[in-house]
């Protein structure tokens, strides 16, 4: 292409290495923000749930999808991908529609998973970060943060999951008495304190 062409680069985030290709492919060039750095889109409604120890966590995670009217499907992160199996087979086992997406799984396995969820087919997804940046699921109602993510800026992108292109979102936070520090991460790059629903965690 001609050196006088037009070059223009998108990116939902812009870490150092990615800087580092701006600075390697683009000449002058202007830079554009839709919203600062890590922030949450104002469509989404968050908040904070105490759950007493990991062993409730399963079964407060099942109350709250229960008692979410509005609820049409949901993405479920956790920190670690053995943990996602276990809440797959936990979920499917109390009768919830439910599938699994990690890094473990091959990319066919995958795809195959996110066009159910796509479709309809299956309305809860356990998942790893592996589904928190680059994929494009246009109706996501809520997001649930089965664990509370060990970078605050994971948090940003897991819920950006849902309240997408103006639509309004839900995400809910599992925190237990061992994720102070982590939250305290999370509510510094939001500049303000989180909303508890119920007590916090003592």
């Known amino acids: ?24 492919f683009l000449h002058n060039p202007v830079r554009i923000e839709v919203a600062r750095a890590a922030t949450t889109a104002s469509t989404i409604t968050q908040g904070l749930v105490a759950s007493h120890g990991h062993a409730a966590k399963r079964e407060t995670l099942r109350r709250l999808i229960r008692a979410e009217e509005n609820l049409k499907n949901a993405i479920i992160f956790c920190n670690r991908k053995r943990d996602v199996a276990v809440l797959h ?27 159910a969820f796509r479709e309809g087919r299956i309305s809860l997804l356990a998942a790893s970060d592996v589904a928190a940046r680059g994929l494009d699921i246009p109706d996501v109602s809520h997001v649930f943060n089965y664990d509370v993510p060990w970078a ?5 992108h897991r819920i950006g999951r849902t309240g997408r ?16 520090k982590a939250l305290r991460d999370i509510e510094k790059i939001l500049g303000e304190p989180a909303t508890w629903i119920g007590d916090a965690p003592t």
């Open 1 to 24: 292409v001609p050196f006088t062409r037009q070059t223009l680069f998108f990116s939902a985030t812009m870490p150092p290495e990615i800087t580092r290709l701006t600075e390697q």
């Open 89 to 115: 087979k936990s979920l499917t086992k109390h009768g919830f529609n439910a599938g699994a997406l990690h890094g473990d799984m091959d990319q066919t396995s995958r795809m195959a998973t996110l066009d």
């Open 152 to 156: 605050s800026d994971d948090y940003v």
């Open 165 to 180: 292109a103006g639509k309004e979102g839900h995400s809910l936070t599992l925190v237990t008495a061992d994720d102070a």
